[in-house]
Nanobody
Framework: QVQLVESGGGLVRAGGSVRLSCALS????????MGWFRQAAGEEREFVAA????????DYADSMRGRSTISRDNAKATVYLQMNSLKPEDTGVYYC??????????????????WGQGTQVTVSS
């Protein structure tokens, strides 16, 4: 059974940075495309970033492009999300997700097979 465990969230001031980590266990990490999603209170879950199995291709939500970097270390079975220039509207619970695939990542949460428990990021103004 695949398990995803996020870490790295917390309280940060606007303009600051945070690095989220998500460790996968139970299966071969390199078989999964990985994504990050977030959900603000009272809002729908939304796509943040995704990365291919090899790490060679990435994609970002328009709101995060230029302010965030998704990366992965297949040897450590971990995916990262570095977020900079944070804004209060970035506040939410951040989830990592794994999509087992021979193909590409997805920006659709419904296409992911496994989810972490989430980590809270709160950006104060």
């Amino acid at each position: 059974q695949v398990q995803l465990v996020e870490s790295g969230g917390g309280l940060v001031r606007a303009g600051g940075s945070v690095r989220l980590s998500c460790a996968l266990s139970g299966r071969t990490f390199s078989m999964y495309a990985m994504g990050w999603f977030r959900q603000a209170a009272g809002e729908e879950r939304e796509f943040v970033a995704a990365i291919s199995r090899s790490g060679g291709r990435t994609d970002y939500a328009d709101s995060m492009r230029g302010r965030s970097t998704i990366s992965r270390d297949n040897a450590k079975a971990t995916v990262y999300l570095q977020m900079n220039s944070l804004k209060p509207e970035d506040t939410g619970v951040y989830y990592c997700a794994a999509k087992m695939t021979w193909g590409d990542y997805s920006v659709q949460g419904s296409e992911y097979d496994y989810w972490g428990q989430g980590t809270q990021v709160t950006v104060s103004s």
